[in-house]
């Protein structure tokens, strides 16, 4: 059983669609972080949320924490933006969960 | 600053052999991990540390060594490499533990193929 679940796994939009990827997850969190890995291998990370709405240039990052659930958006989105985004949540612990990933072609 | 750095960048090795892959951050970073993507997975911890001479056991640790006897060094040691250790290690660092709520960043990465 694993502890995030990332949907869609592959999703693939035209450029300027709006795009939203979603993160389930069953244990209790203190944070949950959003990371894009690039086509090159590179991770880098995105937001970190433990409530409410965040959000950078184009993305967009929620979380309900009594449902267990956040989302991240991309709005016009852009070929640029082609990548896996990864969800992964931190227990009151020292050590993250991740989801599997969502990886995002857009198409230009 | 480099931020994270990892070395090498490929490797291939027999079964049995044993190798070391480096991993060292110019921030002054307190945490630092090491883990696996394999495809179809989630990133796995392996090992991480919260500071120099203190390091704990992740989610799969075994078959694999850690050490942290300087604040910037953190090599992650296979001692006898099984083709289940085939995947891509990436090393990362924070500013303090992940629950302090710091950002981490990531290394490139290195892709170990064991045959």
């Known amino acids: 059983k694993n502890e995030v679940e990332q949907s869609p796994q592959n999703l693939t939009a035209q450029e300027g669609e709006f795009i939203t990827i979603n993160c389930s997850y069953s244990v209790g969190i203190s944070a949950l972080h959003w990371l894009q890995q690039h086509p090159g291998g590179g991770i880098v990370s995105l937001f970190m949320l433990s409530s409410g709405k965040k959000k950078h240039g184009r993305l967009i990052a929620t979380i309900n924490i009594q449902e267990k659930h956040s989302s991240l958006h991309i709005t016009a989105s852009h070929p640029r933006d082609s990548a896996v985004y990864i969800c992964?949540?931190?227990?009151?612990?020292?050590?993250?969960?991740f989801g599997t990933g969502t990886s995002l072609t857009v198409i230009p | 600053n480099a931020g994270v750095t990892q070395t090498p960048k490929f490797q291939v090795l027999k079964t049995g052999q044993s190798m070391t892959l480096q991993c060292a951050q110019d921030m002054n970073h307190e945490y630092m991990s090491w883990y696996r993507q394999d495809p179809g997975m989630g990133l796995r911890l392996i090992h991480y540390s919260v500071g120099a001479g203190i390091t704990d056991q992740g989610e799969v640790p075994n078959g694999y060594n850690v050490s942290r006897s300087t604040t910037e060094d953190f090599p992650l040691r296979l001692l006898s490499a099984a083709p289940s250790q085939t995947s891509v290690y990436f090393c990362?660092?924070?500013?303090?533990?992940?629950?302090?709520?710091?950002?981490?960043?990531f290394g490139p990465g290195t892709r170990l193929t064991v045959t």
């Open positions: 992964a949540v931190l227990p009151p612990r020292n050590q993250f969960y």
């Open positions: 990362a660092s924070s500013y303090s533990t992940l629950a302090s709520g710091y950002e981490q960043y």
